[in-house]
């Protein structure tokens, strides 16, 4: 079952801009991680219960780069909640929607999958099972992403 939009995430050039156009709408900078192995670096910006990811690409084969050289900057993915993204999993294959990647035992003890953007109206949906589960806190869902890359 879906619990909430856990993030929004969007593929951008100039990360700084990024964040300080957030700011604008009442964004407060949260962090900033690269992530080396797939050649990009991600921020996070709180804007009240919502939080948007940032995502530049820091090398020329980076996925993220040739999303946007792809498709422009924008919205990447959703980041969305779900309470066991096992069952999920099944219950949308059982429904006809493909699920081609399954990260069940992720460093960080995330459990994810990704739906493609062909059944996802045009973008990644990225359904994310916490380990602590879904009775959280607003502040401890923003606090969590800050060892978490999108």
Same mark, same amino acid.
């Given at each position: 079952?879906?619990?909430?939009?856990?993030?929004?995430?969007?593929?951008?050039?100039?990360? /700084?801009?990024?964040? %300080?156009? $957030? &700011?604008?709408?009442?964004? *407060?900078?949260?962090?900033?991680?690269?992530?080396?192995? =797939? @050649?990009?670096?991600?921020?996070?910006?709180?804007?009240?219960?919502?939080?948007?990811?940032?995502?530049?690409?820091?090398?020329?084969?980076?996925?993220?780069?040739?999303?946007?050289?792809?498709?422009?900057?924008?919205?990447?993915?959703?980041?969305?909640?779900? /309470?066991?993204?096992? %069952?999920? $999993? &099944?219950?949308?294959?059982? *429904?006809?929607?493909?699920?081609?990647?399954?990260?069940? =035992? @992720?460093?960080?003890?995330?459990?994810?999958?990704?739906?493609?953007?062909?059944?996802?109206?045009?973008?990644?949906?990225?359904?994310?099972?916490?380990?602590?589960?879904?009775?959280?806190?607003?502040?401890?869902?923003?606090?969590?992403?800050?060892?978490?890359?999108?």
């Amino acid at each position: 079952m879906i619990v909430r939009v856990d993030h929004i995430a969007f593929a951008v050039n100039d990360l /700084e801009k990024a964040i %300080e156009h $957030a &700011k604008i709408f009442g964004g *407060k900078y949260l962090f900033t991680q690269k992530v080396e192995k =797939d @050649g990009y670096q991600v921020a996070g910006v709180a804007i009240g219960e919502m939080v948007l990811t940032f995502m530049q690409p820091v090398t020329e084969d980076s996925w993220v780069r040739k999303y946007i050289d792809k498709n422009g900057e924008g919205l990447n993915h959703l980041g969305i909640e779900v /309470e066991n993204v096992e %069952e999920y $999993a &099944k219950e949308l294959e059982s *429904k006809g929607i493909k699920v081609p990647v399954k990260l069940f =035992d @992720g460093d960080d003890g995330r459990k994810e999958i990704l739906v493609g953007p062909k059944d996802g109206y045009g973008y990644v949906m990225q359904l994310i099972e916490w380990p602590e589960g879904s009775n959280t806190t607003p502040e401890q869902r923003i606090g969590r992403l800050t060892g978490y890359r999108t």
